[in-house]
């Protein structure tokens, strides 16, 4: 039978933690590929290197840079995860999840999740951020769910309800930040494929008839881990490039990594009045 981690493992992580800060975070940021300069802006910093920590996913890929910046932001006691790891780079998928069961047993009670994702919509360009409004999870609708294996009654029931994974009051907050600061903000449906390799022209046509929006590689397990435990989730795309639906053109992660220089002063707006209007 398969290992899993285990809430004593969770706890000792926490404990590490504990004795290194000296704040308590009401707020969790996921930062995406790309998008780690926003961690750049907390207030008061107290950073913890991701490998300073037992039983931690270590990030392999660029644009993660793996560390957890607590402090503030719009006055708001925050943790900020900037790098986060990937199925793909081979880790089972309870630990790919392990910071967001942290993130809870820290009595953290609302998670911002980002990440940068590929267009499928064909009015989403690069630049653009998409609020998530619902998702597809492949991965886990294959059988990779994050909630697989023994249920930890203290996070949240064996069979939790997946009708609302994104929070209608923080997206709507959202909405109207957006008209009011101008910020151009589309909204759809993000679905998570295991990657590492990017979708062919016809992955991206039937995603396209299924009802995506953007896809990546990141943040379902996440949201379901999250909905697990009771966070209140929003969650934003940066829209890195566009998708490849006819096959003349190539998708490279160093596209992904620029365009978060578009993406990031946008985003950091959007987060910040979330925040300070929460």
């Not at 590929?33 to 996913?57: F, K, R």
């Not at 909405?175 to 151009?184: E, G, N, P, S, V």
Request: charged share 20%.
């Amino acid at each position: 039978m398969d290992k899993f981690i285990t809430l004593t493992q969770i706890d000792e992580v926490c404990a590490t933690i504990k004795k290194r800060i000296t704040i308590k975070p009401d707020y969790a940021i996921i930062l995406g590929s790309g998008l780690g300069p926003l961690a750049d802006s907390v207030i008061n910093p107290q950073v913890i290197v991701s490998t300073e920590l037992p039983y931690w996913p270590q990030s392999t890929v660029q644009g993660h840079t793996g560390r957890l910046v607590f402090g503030e932001l719009e006055s708001k006691p925050v943790m900020v995860l900037q790098g986060r790891v990937h199925y793909y780079e081979g880790y089972p998928m309870d630990q790919v999840v392990l910071p967001v069961r942290v993130m809870q047993r820290l009595g953290i009670k609302t998670l911002i999740v980002t990440n940068a994702a590929g267009a499928i919509n064909p009015d989403y360009i690069p630049g653009d951020l998409m609020l998530i409004s619902d998702h597809i999870g492949l991965i886990g609708m294959a059988g990779l769910n994050p909630l697989r294996g023994p249920n930890i009654d203290e996070f949240g029931p064996r069979f939790p309800d997946m009708s609302q994974p994104y929070d209608r009051n923080l997206r709507n907050l959202a909405r109207k930040i957006a008209t009011d600061q101008h910020l151009d903000l589309k909204e759809g449906v993000y679905v998570c494929l295991s990657g590492p390799s990017f979708e062919s022209p016809a992955d991206l046509r039937f995603l396209r008839i299924i009802g995506a929006d953007a896809v990546g590689m990141s943040t379902v397990p996440e949201v379901i881990t999250a909905r697990h435990g009771g966070m209140r989730v929003i969650g934003v795309s940066g829209i890195s490039n566009k998708a490849n639906l006819d096959g003349n053109t190539m998708t490279t992660h160093e596209e992904v990594l620029n365009a978060g220089k578009i993406i990031v002063p946008k985003l950091e707006k959007l987060i910040r009045q979330l925040l300070f209007k929460d």
